[in-house]
RNA sequence: GGACCGUUAGCUCAGCUGGAUAGAGCGCUGCCCUCCGAAGGCAGAGGCCAGAGGUUCGAAUCCUCUACGGUCCGCCA
């Protein structure tokens, strides 16, 4: 149940009876009518735009629109005032038992807050999608965390989402990977090697070079890579596939689909891809113009097989094949991209890092081109993770080992922590991350102030159960009982939800679930501490069984709304501070 | 030279896609906490929403230009 949704609907309602009595001309387009959360509580529970979005079209003024609305929408049994304010807004005042309404969906209808914003539309999310190379590090860690919860957030809103994973294995980068391999491999049987530049020094492949050796034993000592190259990546690539799962796992991220580079070459399916806009007449021969400002040194003009991308409004028409007739990276990755269309998805979503913004406009011209404008293609850019220890600037170097990795995150302040934390930024903006704030265990550090709310309501429910009160069936409580107007603040905060839900799934924007969650226990704390001062705002009443019961119910309706948050977020909400 | 992102309180950031007097946390100032729910609570000060034009009933939000910061810029992956 979607309350705001609900009363926009009444509001429609009325404006077709106006239209039908006369009071409003035929076919005016209630499209931009708007019932929100006033900004100001003053205001009401809610607010409506119509009479000002109307006056124009309409030809009235809005006032006069204002008036007969406000008249029409008294009627209703679930609004207890309607006032015209400012300019022409109506502000609506609830009656409590609405409100009562709210808490005991939220207690007893599991599919509180989930949409059909989605109508089951078929969406692929791909994120992560790092090169095969290596572990994850810290930037692959907010693309990963990011996707993930955008992937929750659009399959509570009612999306079929499926997580995807690009494997780069088709590019130079894993043969680089299978010849470091292999000098492990070397190492592994006691020889003396050095890595030189393009090979991957790292210690990670330390184990797949003992693993290699396992397998293949001595087989490929003193040979060519002609031997062993073909063999070496994929093993290589396996490895560092299964490691990356590991990594992923360990935040809790599982893909539904990993998808190969490597298997779109050869089978015909990068040629399909071209063919098919070869057909709509947007690939050709040409040289493009040298890039304006600083030249390359080495620069010069080549013909070249070009898409001509700027149709769909990119800048400048792209290669997909290179001089010598080899396909670029782009090449398969429009392939990949029609395999998505042709799987069927209504909607795409890549999430990229922000160094790959330059490739966004090329993308969407090749997602236009190939779904003939019927797939849209959103493409979210994560922006960077600056780190931070005790509020220093942390550097991280490779050379110098302080190259700081996902499993590194995990290990340290975990999870739950790295996943909140992560989300408590719009995705493209910078985010610090300071290992020490981000476990502190204060009012300062969102995640930990989200929790404590949470784990204070379990906390009266545990004192609650000692004290010998029934909380089976919060639902049928008796709302009356707990309808001060403190309470009342809290109820309408969890009656937002459901609107919160939509706009964050239509935006891509899983952050304000977090911001929501913030204000959410602020509210929950809030009340807490109302208490302090005033007895009667205790969950626990004395003597009062039918009010704690009340009480009890509304924050724990609260809670209850702090869990689904939390899972769309991948967190897992507290039960009790350590 | 061009593209994209950003610019909101001293600091770090939200701002519900065009609505009312622009919000939160930190920091700052003041008050409160011997006990029954203080790993604190309440209140206050603090703003030319980078700047200038434009669109309209109405702009932090949309358009244009400018300034500053970041990312990127022919076959690299």
């Known amino acids: 149940m979607n309350l705001f949704a609900d009363i926009r609907s009444t509001v429609i309602t009325c404006l077709e009876a106006m239209t039908a ?103 692929n999310v791909e994120y992560v999608s790092a090169n095969p190379t290596g572990p994850l590090h810290v930037g692959h860690t907010r693309g990963a965390v990011f996707g993930d919860a955008l992937a929750s957030l659009l399959d509570y809103a009612g999306y079929d989402v499926t997580r995807e994973y690009y494997i780069n294995d088709g590019g130079a980068q894993v043969d680089v990977l299978a010849r470091s391999v292999y000098l492990r491999y070397l190492e592994a049987h006691g020889q003396e090697v050095t890595f030189e530049d393009g090979t991957y ?33 994929e093993f290589g690539t396996d490895a560092m596939m299964q490691m990356i799962r590991d990594d992923l796992a360990s935040i809790g991220v599982k893909m539904d689909v990993f998808y190969s580079e490597k298997s779109l070459y050869g089978t015909g399916r990068i040629e399909a891809a071209i063919k098919d806009l070869d057909d709509k007449g947007l690939i050709y021969r040409g040289t493009l113009e040298p890039p304006k400002g600083k030249l390359p040194e080495d620069w010069e003009a080549r013909e070249q097989t070009l898409f001509k991308s700027t149709d769909f409004g990119d800048d400048v028409d792209r290669p997909i094949q290179k001089s010598d007739g080899a396909w670029t990276y782009f090449a398969p990755d429009i392939a990949y991209h029609f395999d998505k269309v042709t799987r069927g998805f209504d909607e795409l979503i890549d999430v990229f890092g922000a160094d790959h913004g330059g490739y966004v406009k090329r993308m969407k011209a090749a997602v236009a081109a190939l779904s003939g404008n019927s797939v849209p293609l959103d493409i979210k850019l994560t922006q960077l993770v600056k780190l931070f220890k005790n509020g220093e600037p942390f550097k991280m170097s490779k050379r ?135 007895v009667s705002l205790r969950f626990l009443q004395e003597d009062d069984v039918p009010a704690s019961q009340a009480k009890i119910a509304l924050i724990r309706a609260a809670s209850v709304v702090i869990s689904h948050g939390l899972g769309i977020l991948g967190v897992t909400p507290a039960e009790e501070m350590r």
């Open 201 to 233: 020094p790292g210690e990670y492949l330390i184990e797949a070079g003992e693993a290699l050796k396992a397998k293949v034993g001595d087989a490929y000592i003193d040979k060519g890579e002609q031997y062993w190259l073909e063999d070496v990546r």
């Open 21 to 123: 009595e006369g009071i409003l001309p035929e076919g005016l387009d209630f499209a931009n009518v708007a019932v929100e959360p006033p900004r100001d509580a003053s205001h009401g529970d809610m607010a409506t735009n119509a009479a000002m979005v109307l006056a124009k079209p309409a030809k009235a003024k809005p006032r006069d629109i204002a008036d007969a609305l406000a008249a029409k929408l008294a009627a209703d049994p679930r609004i207890a005032g309607v006032e015209v304010a400012g300019p022409g807004f109506l502000n609506l005042r609830l009656n409590a038992n609405v409100w009562a309404g709210v808490v005991k969906a939220a207690l007893s209808d599991p599919a509180f807050g989930k949409s059909t914003l989605g109508a089951d539309k078929k969406i």
């Open 400 to 534: 110098a080992g302080t190259f700081i990795m996902l499993r590194d995150l995990v290990e340290q302040v975990g999870s739950d922590v790295t996943r909140f934390h992560m989300l408590t930024r719009k995705n493209d903006a910078p985010l610090d991350f300071d290992f020490d704030k981000v476990t502190e265990q204060s009012k300062d550090n969102p995640v930990f102030y989200v929790q404590y709310a949470s784990a204070r309501v379990h906390s009266v429910l545990r004192k609650a159960a000692e004290a010998g009160i029934d909380t089976s069936d919060l639902a049928a409580a008796d709302m009356a009982l707990a309808a001060s107007e403190a309470e009342l603040t809290l109820a309408a905060k969890i009656a937002e939800w459901p609107r919160l839900v939509e706009i964050a799934a239509k935006g891509h924007e899983p952050h304000r679930i977090a911001f929501y969650l913030y204000d959410l226990a602020s509210e929950v704390h809030a009340l807490w501490n109302r208490g302090n001062d005033d």
